[in-house]
């Protein structure tokens, strides 16, 4: 991953299936090879972007944590969340919303914040992780692209940074009355490609018919395939399903995603049904002409016989 974010890549840990590792792959090559083989892979950052992420999280959890709180008690945060979008909005760009299971910040990049107001320290927080997870996954898809998939490089891109109580905390506010709601049941993601980091291990991704645990340490995220890669690679690279396992206690997570255009996405996807389309009708007309040969041969030996 030249020039950025991803200086180590690892293999999941978990599947035993996991493609082998080769001595001399690079860690952008693990990386793509396990995005294609599982839908997800987990690598690790340089230590100076770790840090700045480790803080940014630490500042998303206060901000998150205190709006949790706040709307507990104004009855807010009793309803779970319907959909992944926050509902109220404080700013054009950066948004924060609480539910019962969970409080959402979300930042989108692509459209700046007013210049003349000077900045919080959530708002910083949300440009810098924002830049760094944005080149973790622009390099990625780079990598992706020059292992010959055609995929668009740009896209919209959101980070949300997401805020769970755990059952603990939720109880010594609700009591035992309200049960938490599932804190993010299992989906794909709609996009190209989602980077996820957090302060406390409970990601899960399906493989096959399990959902393993994926043990992220300080500094390392996971990289997960969203549907539009899937479907504008044909499945090469899976969508992941994944989901975040009932907690007991708090934690905060950061993800970040890039989803492409609908339209670069549809020229995409068709432009890979039309390599595959041309790929097959090769083999077929191979085929055909194989079987023509061997018809002829027969056919000569037969008459060579009579
Ligand atoms: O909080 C997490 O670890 C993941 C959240 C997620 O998958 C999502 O919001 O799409
Ligand atoms: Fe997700």
């Known amino acids: 991953m030249a020039g950025s974010g991803a200086d ?16 001399d792959s690079s860690p952008a090559d693990r990386a793509v090879s396990s995005l294609r083989a599982h839908g997800f892979a987990v690598v690790s950052l340089p230590s100076d972007e770790a840090a700045v992420l480790g803080r940014c999280v630490v500042t998303f959890h206060t901000a998150l944590q205190q709006e949790h709180r706040r709307g507990v008690a104004e009855g807010r945060s009793l309803v779970p969340t319907s959909c ?33 107001e000077a900045s919080s320290p959530l708002e910083e927080a949300a440009k810098a992780s924002a830049q760094i997870l944005s080149l973790l996954l622009c390099s990625t898809l780079s990598s992706i692209h020059e292992s010959g998939v055609d995929a668009p490089l740009d896209g919209a891109r959101l980070l949300d940074a997401f805020y769970y109580p ?5 109880r010594a506010m609700v009591g035992h009355e309200r049960p938490l709601p599932t804190p993010c049941p299992a989906h794909e993601d709609v996009g190209m490609l989602t980077v996820v980091m957090d302060n406390a291990n409970a990601l899960e991704v399906k493989m096959g018919d399990d959902w393993s645990l994926v ?56 432009a890979e049904s039309a390599r595959a389309l041309a790929a097959s009708n090769e083999n077929f007309v191979r085929a055909t002409s194989a079987l023509s040969q061997l018809t002829d041969a027969n056919h000569s030996s037969r008459c060579a016989v009579m």
């Open 8 to 23: 180590m890549a690892q293999l999941p840990r978990l599947p035993a299936e996991a493609p082998p590792l080769r001595g």
């Open 84 to 116: 992944d979008l926050p509902g109220e909005s404080t700013q054009a760009t950066l948004r924060l919303a609480a539910f019962a299971e969970r409080a959402q910040l979300r930042y989108e990049p692509n459209a700046s914040l007013p210049s003349d």
């Open 166 to 170: 755990g059952d603990n905390a939720w």
């Open 215 to 270: 043990p992220l340490t300080p500094g390392e995220c996971a990289l997960i395939v969203g549907r539009q890669l899937d479907a504008l690679t044909n499945g090469e690279f899976p969508a992941c399903m994944h989901r975040v396992r009932p907690l007991t206690e708090q934690r905060t997570s950061l993800t970040f995603e890039v989803r492409c255009d609908e339209k670069a996405a549809n020229r995409a996807a068709a």
